[in-house]
């Protein structure tokens, strides 16, 4: 397995910054996503030309906190396949001013390098960043 860590502080409140991410169904976010679809605990998006399906693991909006699993692509239902790969997206409050958006993954080797993980998970951050503080 290898993990992958991004982060980026926000000069927004966390709250501000949850609403904006928190929604497991709602990735608007995420620059270049279109057809969002949520079903139950799974939402189905396409990124960039690919079909990704991502499977709602747990949520936890007291610590502003959800932890999704890669469900495989739109056939794929198996446990095997839902739990390759294990991303965390969680926003800290930094005063009442400011938050950080960490967001970290856990995924077999074959699926990506660490370094290709943090860069991609950066530079979804590093945009939300700019959306929220210079919408």
């Not at 699993?69 to 294990?86: P, R």
Request: no cysteine; hydrophobic share 40%.
């Amino acid at each position: 397995m290898v993990g992958a860590r991004a982060e980026v502080t926000i000069n927004q409140p966390a709250d501000a910054v949850w609403g904006s991410i928190g929604d497991f169904g709602n990735v608007n976010w995420i620059p270049n996503v279109t057809l969002v679809q949520l079903h139950d605990d799974i939402r189905v998006f396409q990124l960039g030309g690919s079909i990704v399906k991502h499977r709602l693991v747990r949520r936890d909006d007291a610590a502003r906190s959800y932890t999704y699993a890669l469900a495989g692509d739109v056939t794929t239902e198996s446990a095997e396949v839902a739990h390759v790969t294990e991303a965390t997206i969680l926003v800290v409050a930094d005063g009442a001013t400011a938050s950080t958006v960490v967001w970290s993954s856990e995924t077999e080797e074959r699926r990506g390098s660490s370094e290709g993980l943090r860069a991609f998970f950066q530079g979804i951050l590093d945009h939300l960043k700019k959306e929220l503080e210079h919408p």
